[in-house]
């Protein structure tokens, strides 16, 4: 990763966070992107950025201050986005509309700025969809069907890009996160994906050695 630019999104949430450390660690510039940035930046070296995914022109005015900053950008790790629990019957459309905008939309936003500096680098993304989106159960209808949207978007995109830009995503299930375990007491954390280890399957992706891995979706499940 030396002398490389790595842009990830959703950058201060817990995964996020996990995969700017590890970018870092393996001696890449880390630009980090979120709708509101700390104080103190937890992760040494790296560029914190705030941004607004959700807008088109927050996002692209980002990605060329990454470029102008960095010089170049390498990798872009879509990992800003949400989760609800809301079933048909009883949910609104506001639900819908919110899964969508976090969960594809920044991806789409992002990937679509960023893009002319990944093709100049010939470069690599990786979205974060769901393993939950593949068979959804009851009350993740709205999440399910945005993080479907964004498999479908990686497929797409790298049938475009093929031989420019690499285009994977991961499909984790449950990370082992503070509010996973709060809101599931009774589970056993112990074989949920820690976010450290996922964040190693995506500098992988994005590594040299995946240059013939692209328009995969690669479930990412632990012991669950």
């Given at each position: 990763?030396?002398?490389?630019?790595?842009?990830?999104?959703?950058?201060?949430?817990?995964?996020?966070?996990?995969?700017?450390?590890?970018?870092?660690?393996?001696?890449?510039?880390?630009?980090?992107?979120?709708?509101?940035?700390?104080a103190t930046n937890p992760v040494s070296g790296a560029i914190a950025m705030k941004a607004d995914l959700t807008d088109p022109e927050s996002a692209a005015a980002a990605m060329r201050k990454v470029r102008d900053d960095t010089g170049r950008i390498d990798a872009l790790l879509n990992i800003a986005g949400g989760f609800a629990w809301q079933t048909v019957a009883?949910?609104?459309?506001?639900?819908?509309?919110?899964?969508?905008?976090?969960?594809?939309?920044?991806?789409?936003?992002?990937?679509?700025?960023?893009?002319?500096?990944?093709?100049?680098?010939?470069?690599?993304?990786?979205?974060?969809?769901?393993?939950?989106?593949?068979?959804?159960?009851?009350?993740?209808?709205?999440?399910?069907?945005?993080?479907?949207?964004?498999?479908?978007?990686?497929?797409?995109?790298?049938?475009?890009?093929?031989?420019?830009?690499?285009?994977?995503?991961?499909?984790?299930?449950?990370?082992?996160?503070?509010?996973?375990?709060?809101?599931?007491?009774?589970?056993?954390?112990?074989?949920?994906?820690?976010?450290?280890?996922?964040?190693?399957?995506?500098?992988?992706?994005?590594?040299?050695?995946?240059?013939?891995?692209?328009?995969?979706?690669?479930?990412?499940?632990?012991?669950?």
């Amino acid at each position: 990763m030396q002398g490389k630019t790595i842009v990830v999104t959703g950058a201060f949430g817990i995964l996020g966070r996990a995969a700017a450390a590890a970018a870092a660690t393996a001696g890449a510039k880390v630009a980090m992107l979120d709708i509101a940035v700390p104080a103190t930046n937890p992760v040494s070296g790296a560029i914190a950025m705030k941004a607004d995914l959700t807008d088109p022109e927050s996002a692209a005015a980002a990605m060329r201050k990454v470029r102008d900053d960095t010089g170049r950008i390498d990798a872009l790790l879509n990992i800003a986005g949400g989760f609800a629990w809301q079933t048909v019957a009883d949910g609104d459309a506001k639900t819908w509309d919110r899964m969508f905008t976090l969960n594809l939309k920044t991806a789409l936003n992002a990937t679509k700025a960023a893009l002319p500096f990944l093709i100049e680098a010939k470069g690599a993304i990786v979205n974060i969809g769901a393993n939950a989106a593949l068979n959804a159960s009851a009350g993740m209808g709205a999440y399910a069907a945005s993080k479907s949207g964004v498999h479908k978007l990686t497929e797409s995109l790298a049938q475009e890009q093929k031989g420019r830009v690499r285009v994977n995503a991961v499909l984790p299930s449950i990370l082992d996160t503070p509010q996973n375990r709060a809101d599931m007491p009774k589970a056993d954390p112990s074989t949920w994906v820690k976010p450290e280890d996922l964040a190693k399957v995506l500098l992988f992706l994005v590594s040299d050695q995946a240059r013939d891995i692209t328009g995969a979706l690669i479930p990412v499940t632990g012991r669950v």
